[in-house]
């Protein structure tokens, strides 16, 4: 048998702790993560000849493990000319794999017993096996279902919360027959979660799963790697330590080979000591590996930290929970609370003070006597990850500073094409405006050229981005709806669409490491100013809308604009259509954004009696970045999003209706059935541009609405003159409409969940649905009868769970909750 290792990442995630070291090289209790893996396949299968796949700083690791003779392997090092995923590159080895082999990820800590895979493997004759293990958290990895023999049925590669369907995962350890091989394409780009596996089933070629106890982590980001160690300490896994063992009262020592330690140190917990280090006298070591050749001044206190090679601490130092790197100089009297990490080529002078879960970069350093609250380069919401769906949220000179700014847009900047245009636009805010500006010099010294737009709401800057072809990207800045004290950053490909998840990971990885493109002085881009904006999104607009149904039809309306942008434009196209309207709050006022949720309360109460005492025929509310879009009936009452949403499908169900496909979330409403339009329910988002053409109109039920004849992405100003424009067809008010809907009950309910736990949720749901009607495409969605169902699905940043129920009337949906929410209590607390 013969064994692969895959070591070619390129740690991003884990910066800065892989400044200079890959990750497989990065040290677990003085030694490389992957030299442990190797000793494990040595040890437990009794492998001999290995080889390592290389891509990232290939020279460190061949460096140190040469040609394996030390380590008593024969290693071969194979280096793809280019990045070919993992399935291809492990078929540019294929002429070493000429027997059974196994493959194991190098960054991966675990005590799993590799002979019971290979066990597995060889009773179910298999031709591939994977092995299987259950996570807490598995959105970072392939989740898995296998029957009860272990042939797996599903899989699915780094879910969203809602397509999590177990917290069965795919641990990335393989074990394979050479044959294989052959379904894996020269030189060309394969996956083996997203290509080889589907091809194989495809193929009816049985894929077997092994479930494995013991312990597993994916060293990922810095808490993961300093969370191995805790597990080491608390004694979760057992991993060979080198040097001589010393018991002490309170603990033990390992000792390595020409280091000293004073008598009066005290050891407690598990201590390890690698060569040629020295500690002093009346020093305390609790829970601590330290490398080769460093020095521990006298009196220095030690708790749960590690340090690397060739470091200094002076007397009197204090840290605790600490990671310090190579080559780092601390000198006497430095305080570190918990959670400092130092990267490599640091010196921190004397008195040095850092707060909790501060990061030091490398090859800074920091004065005496500072006291360091936070990180030294980056905010600390950015420590391992920055984008969530496309966008970056935070506070405004607290994690979204201008240095981060400037690096974000030197990050986007150096992916695009040098000369490439890019549009940059804001709303009013004072800390739009300031990230902003910051933004524009990051992009201009990539070679990018920047189309400024100044203010205008973001469904503008998308719709003219979309219709222009020399436009390649575009970067939006807004405060956020959610919470204001938050600025969002959205960015978007040159369809106008949010980034995807790969996007963001490129653009991560350039930031994370600082590889950022400088161009020559004639290579700077140039500003240019876009004017026009407004008026080509207004002139749009009213080519779209059927103006002579509004100039025929004396309708009257109460909109509210709740002191967003879209003021710029919206009475313009009410004037240009003849609609008789009183428009609020059509004017911009950051102090009354700082209160949105009142603003919005405000104006449901007060629109609705402006719209009732003036008998007007409906009120619209646009909130202010003009994504979201709510209705007042005629009556002067506030219609539910989801309503709204049944009302459009209403009014567009009508032979010969422009609207013909239509796109829904998983969890919308669906016990009404429609003749004339032919509606897709499905996971809401990650769409391809094409995709979306494929549909008349996309949306939701939190009063989101696209109708791809004018834009792919939701837009609350043209979609609500396209509501009205429907009102008018059919010759009815917004009243009768809503009082047709049948009487069903549709509801949302948040549950709360600790993040560990939404893994198991997902599968016991599945576990309670079998025998039931149910569907996987979003979430788990249970049909409790004919048209009563529940569907849950874990919410993606908060620690709750979503759950979306449907019955027939209110109590059979409190039944349904309640039993549910008493399952998912139970679940937790077993």
Avoid at 334 to 350: F, L, P, Q, R, S
Wanted: proline share 3%.
């Amino acid at each position: 048998m013969k064994a692969i290792v895959l070591a070619g990442g390129f740690g991003t995630r884990i910066q800065p702790l892989t400044n200079s070291v890959p990750k497989p090289m990065l040290p677990i209790l003085n030694r490389p993560m992957m030299e442990h893996i190797i000793i494990k396949l040595r040890d437990d299968l009794g492998i001999k000849d290995i080889a390592i796949l290389l891509y990232f700083m290939p020279e460190v690791i061949k460096d140190y493990f040469k040609d394996g003779k030390d380590f008593g392997v024969n290693i071969s090092y194979f280096l793809p000319d280019d990045d070919y995923g993992t399935a291809g590159a492990v078929g540019f080895a294929r002429e070493f794999l000429d027997e059974t082999f196994i493959i194991v990820s190098g960054d991966l800590v675990t005590d799993f017993k590799f002979s019971e895979i290979y066990d597995f493997h060889k009773q179910k004759e298999s031709k591939l096996t994977i092995g299987l293990t259950p996570v807490e958290n598995p959105l970072q990895f392939g989740v898995v279902i296998a029957n009860e023999e272990g042939r797996i049925e599903k899989f699915l590669e780094k879910p969203s919360w809602g397509e999590v369907f177990s917290d069965t995962i795919n641990t990335g350890i393989y074990i394979l027959e050479p044959e294989i091989l052959d379904f894996i394409p020269l030189e060309s780009n394969y996956d083996f979660a997203k290509d080889l596996f589907p091809t194989l089933m495809n193929n009816n070629i049985a894929l077997w799963g092994c479930h494995i106890e013991g312990y597993w982590r994916d060293v990922g980001n810095p808490e993961s790697y300093r969370e191995v160690y805790q597990d080491i300490f608390n004694k979760q896994i057992s991993l060979p330590i080198k040097g001589v063992e010393r018991i002490y009262e309170h603990g033990v020592l390992y000792i390595e080979e020409g280091s000293s330690i004073d008598e009066d140190v005290q050891i407690k917990g598990i201590v390890v000591i690698g060569e040629n280090t020295k500690v002093e006298n009346l020093s305390e070591l609790n829970n601590c590996v330290i490398g080769k050749n460093c020095t521990i001044d006298e009196s220095v206190k030690l708790t749960n930290t590690i340090f690397w090679q060739d470091c200094t601490v002076g007397s009197k130092s204090k840290i605790n929970y600490g990671v310090i790197c190579n080559h780092v100089k601390i000198a006497k009297k430095v305080k570190a609370k918990d959670g400092v990490i130092i990267a490599e080529n640091c010196t921190i002078d004397k008195s040095v003070s850092f707060e909790k879960d501060v990061m030091v970069w490398p090859n800074k350093t920091i004065d005496e006597d500072s006291i360091v609250s936070n990180n030294v380069i980056w905010g600390d919401k950015y420590k391992s990850s920055i984008f969530e769906s496309g966008s970056v949220v935070g506070r405004a000179n607290i994690e979204l500073s201008c240095d981060l700014a400037i690096k974000l847009a030197e990050s986007l900047g150096s992916i695009l094409p040098v000369g490439g245009k890019v549009y940059v636009s804001r709303d009013y805010q004072k800390s739009s405006r300031m990230l902003k500006r910051a933004f524009l010099s990051g992009l201009l010294s990539t070679g990018i050229n920047v189309v400024d737009t100044f203010n205008v709401p973001s469904v503008v800057m998308r719709y003219n981005l979309a219709s222009q072809d020399d436009v390649i990207a575009g970067v939006h800045f807004r405060q956020s709806a959610k919470n204001q004290e938050e600025t969002e950053i959205l960015f978007f490909t040159n369809e106008a669409l949010m980034i995807d998840t790969n996007l963001a990971k490129s653009i991560e990885r350039i930031f994370f490491r600082e590889n950022f493109r400088r161009v020559r002085f004639n290579e700077i881009g140039e500003i240019n100013e876009d004017s026009d904006t407004h008026t080509r999104y207004i002139n749009a607009i009213k080519a779209k809308v059927n103006t002579n149904l509004f100039k025929n039809k004396d309708i009257k309306i109460v909109t509210d604009l709740m002191f967003g942008s879209t003021s710029k434009v919206y009475p313009n196209i009410l004037n240009s259509l003849g609609i008789e309207s009183i428009v609020l709050n059509a004017y911009e006022d950051d102090k009354q954004l700082q209160k949105l949720h009142s603003v919005i309360k405000k104006a449901h109460s007060e629109v609705g009696k402006i719209v009732k005492s003036l008998e007007f025929d409906c009120g619209i509310l646009i909130y202010p970045n003009g994504h979201k879009l709510q209705f007042i009936d005629n009556d002067g009452v506030l219609v539910k999003d989801y309503i709204a949403l049944l009302v459009l499908l209403h009014l567009v169900d009508f032979e010969g209706t422009p609207i013909k496909k239509v796109f829904l979330p998983a969890w919308a409403p669906d016990f009404i059935k429609y003749k004339h339009i032919d509606i897709t329910r499905g996971k809401f988002g990650g769409f391809k541009a094409k995709q979306l053409r494929e549909y008349d109109l996309i949306a939701n039920t939190d009063g989101n609405f696209a109708f791809s004849e004018f834009s792919l992405n939701t837009d609350a100003v043209f979609s609500s003159f396209k509501f009205l424009e429907f009102l008018i067809h059919h010759q009815t008010n917004l009243s009768k409409v809503v009082k047709s809907i049948p009487d069903f009950v549709y509801r949302g309910e948040n549950i709360a969940c600790p993040s560990a736990y939404k893994g198991k949720m997902m599968r016991m749901f599945l576990e309670d649905s079998k025998d039931k009607k149910t569907s996987h495409v979003d979430g788990i969605k249970i049909w409790v009868s004919a048209n009563e169902w529940i569907l849950m699905v874990p919410d993606e940043h908060q620690q709750f769970l979503n759950i979306y129920i449907q019955a027939k009337n209110h109590k059979n949906a409190d039944k349904i909750f309640h039993e549910y929410n008493d399952k998912i209590n139970l679940w937790i607390n077993e």
